[in-house]
């Protein structure tokens, strides 16, 4: 007979049968219990890895059928509050600790290479045992957080310290906190950027610290219940004070600009302020607990020991504020590229018109250049010179490039969802209204460019023949310049994706040094500069610090864009690399001087036919390449995950098949675009 093999009884199966409740003071037991605990929540295969919800809803089942089970998990959770060491896990983990970014970047690359000793009576080596696998943090995050509330609510997890143990540890990191706090608030990156009438006395991250003391003394004395809450409340609004002076440094960064030593500080005041908040709601003695505040700090203090070493989750956290500055700078300026009525559309038009008459010039001296004798590098340097002095004519001009829009555009889309404005989750429905204005805009953009760059171009070389006597280009090197646009005789369109790259690239530069003109103050340093001060009148030199301010950026930037493209080709042929431009607008200008140098008729029409399909489908990836690096930098420094991604796209195919026109036209009437989903997801 074949024995059959007794199936070994489930965790929780098992709690049962042992039918004993664990002591509160074994704190061993109660990790041990946490593990396997947390280990049935877990998911195991990759279809629970797709809905890891199901397996702590079925968990919370079994805890509503089996009081025994509950009753370990609590006896277990308190075991381990009572026995460990609260203070670093709730002071440091998830907090940069060093002063500076720089310091801060050291010392993960050293715990990088030689991790700190972490101590067994600390609560952070609960978490680490509990969640001891790499990716514990993914699961733990992809598990929506109503799921998390709705499960320690039903433990019972929402206590008041009674235990004297608790109640000092959990004052004890309320002090480190709150003289950190006082400390940062008194920076000079912070200072100086708050309120004016702030300065003058103590500011809130100074008050709050006199709050704690005096909460202290009425905990260690037992006092009543509404003299600790009355403190409570009073130290609760102090932390919203200084929550609101954050948010008017962070508000004034469009004016004033943003360092990445500010943005470091803000970010670790945010996170003490949060700590502190969550303490105070604790010892506040009112018997309410804010679970949901409790849920943030727990999923942060997974994932932060998941990576807490990791330099890219730093840098991210780090940078990613700052890049949402320049970002913002740039965004500051897409709007004026968006066109909301049939009035800016077609003035939308004429500028781009005026930027086609400009870049026509532009496509003419590039090609009187090309035929000099010169070496590459002198070359490659008056490309470039040509490149920055048409792109900076067409900003003083305030005409349009439509390559320049897209760099620029995308902030300002992704300032529609942005989640440091709007509290909760990104605001992706709001989103496809201003997608739809942006694509209409970059249409009138590249038609007006177009419809002047092709047929000026034309005449202007038929000028130059008509004058000198002989072509800029003909015979096979007209030839080759529509074969360099043909889309698969040569690699144009590849070349198109570099130019959309440095594109994106100059609009970073652009928005960088924007950044950094308001953040030193420039335009004041330049007025009261003593040599400045003495050789110009005081209307000349304002006018001067103004345009500085107003203009320094999109010079900067309009300079590194003509040197990317000038250079590019010139690279490309002295290291014998397929390395070079496509920008549409230039591209437009060859094909009509190559068109003029060999004669429409000794041109076959389906190459003809193929060189034009070759120009758009250059414009087409200068667009999707700048748009696409700038929107993914601006919506990733907004805190918007790859998760949320499939949702945001979906949201636009949804709106583009429901409101079609929107994306070529404008409307006729001005309408409030609000987007309403065709169905639920």
């Not at 004993?20 to 947390?38: A, C, E, H, N, Y």
């Not at 509990?130 to 997890?157: C, L, S, T, Y």
């Not at 010892?283 to 679970?291: E, G, I, R, S």
């Not at 390395?579 to 429409?600: E, Q, V």
């Amino acid at each position: 007979m074949i024995r059959l093999r007794k199936k070994k009884p489930g965790f929780f199966e098992q709690v049962v049968e042992e039918n004993t409740i664990l002591p509160v003071d074994d704190r061993k037991k109660g990790l041990q219990f946490l593990i396997s605990f947390f280990a049935e929540i877990r998911p195991q295969t990759r279809k629970q890895r797709k809905k890891p919800e199901e397996k702590l809803r079925h968990v919370l089942e079994q805890l509503r059928k089996e009081p025994l089970v509950l009753a370990n998990l609590q006896n277990s959770l308190l075991s381990q509050l009572r026995n460990s060491h609260l203070t670093s896990a709730i002071t440091e983990s998830g907090i940069p600790l060093a002063r500076g970014f720089w310091q801060e970047l050291s010392n993960r690359l050293k715990h990088k290479l030689l991790p700190p000793l972490k101590s067994d009576t600390d609560f952070l080596y609960v978490i680490n045992s509990v969640f001891f696998r790499k990716d514990d943090f993914v699961w733990v995050e992809a598990i929506p957080r109503q799921h998390w509330i709705n499960f320690f609510e039903a433990i019972g997890f929402s206590f008041s310290p009674r235990d004297t143990g608790i109640k000092k540890e959990l004052l004890h990191s309320l002090k480190i906190l709150s003289f950190q706090v006082a400390q940062l608030g008194l920076e000079r990156d912070v200072l100086n950027y708050i309120p004016e009438e702030e300065r003058v006395h103590d500011t809130a991250y100074v008050r709050q610290n006199y709050k704690v003391h005096e909460l202290e003394s009425l905990l260690m004395d037992n006092a009543s219940e509404t003299e600790i809450t009355a403190v409570s409340v009073q130290l609760k609004n102090l932390i919203e004070d200084c929550y609101r002076l954050i948010d008017y440094i962070r508000e004034s960064h469009s004016e004033k600009g943003a360092s990445l030593q500010q943005t470091y500080l803000l970010l670790i005041l945010s996170n003490r302020l949060q700590r502190m908040q969550l303490i105070t709601d604790v010892l506040d003695a009112d018997n309410k607990f804010d679970t949901g505040r409790f849920v943030d700090l727990f999923r942060l203090l997974v994932r932060n020991e998941k990576r807490k070493n990791s330099i890219r989750e730093f840098l991210s956290q780090g940078v990613g504020y700052l890049a949402y500055q320049i970002a913002e700078h740039k965004g500051t300026k897409g709007h004026k590229y968006i066109t909301e009525t049939r009035r800016e559309f077609y003035k939308m038009i004429y500028s781009a018109m005026w930027g086609g008459f400009i870049i026509s010039f532009t496509a003419i001296i590039k090609n009187l250049i090309g035929r000099l004798k010169l070496a590459p590098f002198p070359m490659g340097f008056l490309y470039s010179v040509n490149y920055s002095a048409g792109f900076i004519l067409i900003e003083e001009t305030k005409s349009t490039l439509a390559t320049k829009q897209p760099a620029f555009t995308a902030s300002a889309v992704a300032s529609s969802l942005d989640t440091r404005k709007i509290e909760g989750e990104p605001d992706i429905e709001g989103l496809a209204a201003t997608v739809a204005k942006v694509s209409r805009s970059q249409i009138a953009s590249f038609f007006g460019n177009l419809v002047i760059v092709f047929p000026l171009t034309f005449l202007l070389a038929w000028l130059y023949d008509l004058a000198f006597g002989y072509k800029i280009a003909e015979g096979d090197a007209a030839l080759q310049m529509l074969t360099d646009q043909h889309p698969w005789r040569s690699p144009a369109l590849l070349y198109a994706c570099f130019t959309g790259f440095f594109l994106f690239v100059s609009g970073i530069i652009a928005g960088y040094w924007q950044n950094k003109i308001q953040y030193g103050r420039i335009k004041d340093r330049l007025k009261n500069h003593p040599v400045l001060k003495v050789s110009m009148s005081a209307k000349r030199l304002d006018k001067l610090a103004q345009y500085v301010e107003k203009h320094f950026g999109a010079l900067v930037g309009n300079l590194a864009l003509g040197f990317f493209l000038g250079f590019s080709g010139v690279l490309g042929k002295i290291f014998g690399v397929p390395f070079d431009i496509r920008h549409i607008t230039i591209a437009s200008g060859n094909t009509s001087i190559g068109l003029y140098g060999t004669g429409i008729d000794n041109i076959p029409p389906l190459f003809l036919l193929a060189v034009f399909a070759g120009v758009l489908g250059i414009g087409f990836f200068n667009f999707l390449i700048s748009f696409s690096l700038a929107f993914f930098m601006a919506v990733k420094s907004r805190g918007i995950h790859l998760s949320q991604y499939p949702r945001l796209f979906r949201t636009i195919g949804h709106y583009f098949f429901s409101h079609p026109r929107e994306f070529f036209l404008p409307p006729k009437k001005v309408i409030d675009l609000v987007y309403k989903p065709l169905r639920e997801e």
